[in-house]
């Protein structure tokens, strides 16, 4: 798309115009990429977040299961077994809320991010026409 947009200005203007054209287009890739970069950065922090969460209800787990054992070796081993499944169960699904949630956040920053970057497009679209309007004139 911008490369196409910027053999169109090429192709139209004159020397004088293709300088500013292309500035434009320099600012445009800049600013995709920069929003890339933040969505990027941002689901690399989701995902150390979802590990840390996991290892903390896993050292949990383990120090439950050695408390209860070292508490009772032979009377019950069926309860405590229960107990260790529940609570694991537990925090997978809390974790799983947890996720979604971000992701759901995460979704709904790319959809205003992509909102925001069509508006920006469209009034530099705007900003470039308007130039090339006031060139022309003053070629005439």
Do not use: D, F, Q, Y
Not at 15 to 34: A, S
Not at 56 to 85: E, F, G, N, Q, V
């Amino acid at each position: 798309m911008m490369t196409m947009t910027t053999m169109l200005t090429m192709m139209t203007t004159r020397r004088r115009t293709t300088t500013m054209t292309m500035k434009m287009m320099m600012m445009m890739t800049l600013m995709m990429m920069i929003t890339t970069m933040t969505t990027i950065t941002m689901l690399l922090v989701i995902v150390t977040i979802m590990l840390l969460l996991l290892l903390m209800t896993m050292l949990l787990l383990l120090t439950m299961r050695w408390r209860r054992r070292s508490r009772t070796r032979t009377r019950t081993r069926a309860k405590t077994t229960t107990t260790t499944t529940t609570m694991m169960m537990m925090m997978i699904m809390m974790t799983m809320i947890l996720t979604m949630m971000i992701m759901k956040m995460m979704m709904m920053m790319m959809v205003m991010m992509m909102m925001m970057m069509m508006m920006m497009m469209m009034m530099m679209m705007m900003m470039m026409m308007m130039m090339m309007m006031m060139m022309m004139m003053m070629m005439r």
